[in-house]
């Protein structure tokens, strides 16, 4: 018998999604700090995206091929490219949001002894889904054509070309913010099944996890560098139209020829092949839909089984007992296992950390050009010494975990007959451990690419590693002081906190205080001709200044420490 679609119980299933997602904000929960550094670094990120897209846009349109001008050819392609970028991003972002609402939320289980439909329930999760994803589009749609209407009609009036986007284009926009979320989540509701399957496969095979992971990310971070390189051409008054030759200008109209749906959607907003274009947009959607109701039933078969299953049992095989086994070094592979078998975690630290040299590099490799050039001075050791310091307090961010991220199981560990110090500095080791390597992989790229010599990539190393060490010692005192223990049944934290927030703020802060003052004080002394022997104040402001902040971060995180553990009854949400 074919299952009939509830409205009303979808309406219901809505209701409760808005209200567990109001709930902190009701509940005093709710992370402003982090709330207002997602709103500076958007609004940040569109800014820059803005001006960069914009200078991009005007040269890009100008380019001639045979010796004419094309801006309608040049802005199905341009636009083609981006949307589809666009497009990519929000299906893996949809495909990893209906794994988190469907596979890996605790009301599909109390749904399953409920009068409560598939179809229903599947589609309220979906409508949720929908609507943080317009969100999204409203934002980039938006920007990107805001943006491209400004260069687009400043580059025709710069080369005396009458050309113009009319309402249509408004119109279409306007349209799409509303199309690309329901295309995007449509084609991700196929791809949930077998992106849960790989996830699923991968759960216990942690090394080739953490290979995956670091692979993408060092790919994302050297597409990231070319980006940079680019901007950094636009910067400095270098030409980008020499790139795009002839050759370039064909692989790239070739590649845009088949980049749909997006080109469907960008000949919509520029009138071409409406009919064409709206059509092929409905059959995607109409079929997409269809499958995507056809898997409903597998989807959250699948679902329930995993939640109800709980997690895998792993055969170990039975060896013999330690009898003098060392508690610190215990505790340290506690915790260094708990973060290797836990994706998120795995990315968030090892990963990040493992790369976190290339961040560095990338940076300063563009940056270091671009102050030349727009300065006509050069700062190396205070752009590197900038770098370090900001890329390191992001990489160690995951620090602010350190206590909340054990759980209940805190309590365990805290009833054995073990010190308050080594249950806390077994933790420190762990972390110090992998920040040295990071420090040191850092200053060696930085020495042997020839952008520091080798006594300013001794001090970049000891610097980075003592601040370091502060963000370390204060982000576990801090998370101590205010730890936040998941309800999940693996305990794994999904959701960043005011802790988080805060010691990302702190880690940025003090980034730039050190490293910024550093590089401020050095162009102060520049254009007061003051800097011609003055060049050991940068290791002396910075150095005095790590060595300070790291005694004070010795004392906030030894403060009757032993006090507050054994008083310890924190944690619960």
Not at 242 to 249: K, P, Q, S
Request: contains cysteine; aromatic residues 14%.
């Amino acid at each position: 018998m074919k299952e009939k679609i509830d409205f009303s119980l979808i309406g219901a299933l809505l209701k409760k999604q808005r209200i567990e997602t109001t709930y902190p904000y009701r509940k005093g929960q709710f992370d402003v700090i982090g709330f207002l550094l997602k709103l500076i670094l958007i609004g940040a990120i569109i800014s820059l995206f803005a001006v960069f897209f914009g200078k991009f846009t005007d040269m890009f349109l100008k380019i001639r091929q045979d010796g004419v001008y094309n801006f309608g050819i040049r802005s199905t392609e341009l636009l083609s490219v981006i949307y589809s970028c666009v497009i990519i991003f929000m299906v893996i972002s949809g495909m990893g949001e209906i794994n988190r609402q469907i596979f890996a939320a605790d009301d599909v289980k109390i749904f399953s002894a409920m009068p409560v439909g598939a179809g229903s329930l599947y589609i309220a999760k979906l409508i949720s889904i929908y609507l943080g994803q317009l969100l999204i589009s409203i934002a980039v749609v938006l920007t990107v054509n805001i943006t491209f209407a400004v260069s687009f009609a400043q580059a025709a009036s710069s080369v005396n070309i009458e050309a113009a986007l009319g309402a249509s284009f408004w119109i279409a926009t306007v349209l799409e913010c509303f199309l690309m979320p329901l295309i995007t989540i449509t084609i991700a509701s196929i791809l949930a099944l077998p992106y849960n399957f790989i996830k699923r496969f991968l759960s216990n095979k942690y090394l080739v996890t953490f290979i995956i992971i670091t692979a993408i990310t060092g790919v994302a971070f050297y597409l990231y560098s070319i980006v940079l390189n680019a901007v950094q051409q636009m910067l400095v008054g270098d030409d980008l139209r020499y790139f795009f030759n002839e050759a370039t200008m064909n692989v790239i109209g070739g590649i845009a020829a088949w980049l749909y749906p997006a080109r469907w959607l960008v000949n919509l907003m520029l009138g071409n092949e409406i009919l064409v274009s709206a059509i092929g947009i409905a059959v995607v959607l109409v079929v997409c839909l269809i499958v995507s109701m056809a898997i409903i039933r597998s989807i959250l078969r699948r679902a329930l089984q995993s939640r109800m299953a709980g997690a895998p049992n792993f055969v170990k095989k039975n060896g013999s007992i330690k009898p003098d086994t060392n508690s610190f070094f215990e505790l340290v592979k506690k915790d260094f296992l708990l973060i290797f078998r836990t994706p998120s975690y795995m990315f968030s630290y090892f990963s990040v950390a493992l790369i976190m040299p290339l961040m560095v590099y990338f940076c300063m490799a563009v940056g270091s050009s671009i102050v030349s050039r727009l300065i006509g001075m050069e700062f190396d050791l205070e752009l590197a010494l900038l770098l370090t310091l900001l890329f390191g307090a992001l990489t160690n961010i995951f620090c602010a975990t350190n206590i909340s991220r054990d759980g209940q199981m805190f309590y365990i560990v805290k009833a054995m007959p073990i010190g308050h110090n080594t249950v806390f500095f077994s933790k420190i080791f762990l972390c110090m451990a992998v920040t040295v390597f990071s420090q040191l992989a850092s200053a060696i790229l930085l020495l042997a690419t020839g952008c520091v010599n080798w006594y300013s990539a001794i001090f970049l190393f000891i610097v980075g590693t003592l601040f370091s060490f502060v963000n370390i010692c204060v982000a576990t005192r801090y998370d101590f002081n205010h730890a936040h223990f998941s309800t999940e049944e693996d305990g794994e934290i999904k959701e960043s906190s005011n802790v988080v927030s805060t010691i990302i703020m702190l880690g940025i802060v003090a980034s730039f205080l050190v490293g910024g003052g550093v590089f401020l004080l050095r162009i102060t002394l520049q254009f007061m001709n003051m800097d011609a022997h003055l060049e050991w104040l940068s290791y002396l402001v910075s150095g005095v200044a790590a060595v300070v902040a790291a005694l004070l971060s010795w004392l906030y995180l030894t403060n009757r420490l032993g006090k507050k553990y054994y008083e310890f009854q924190g944690g619960n949400i």
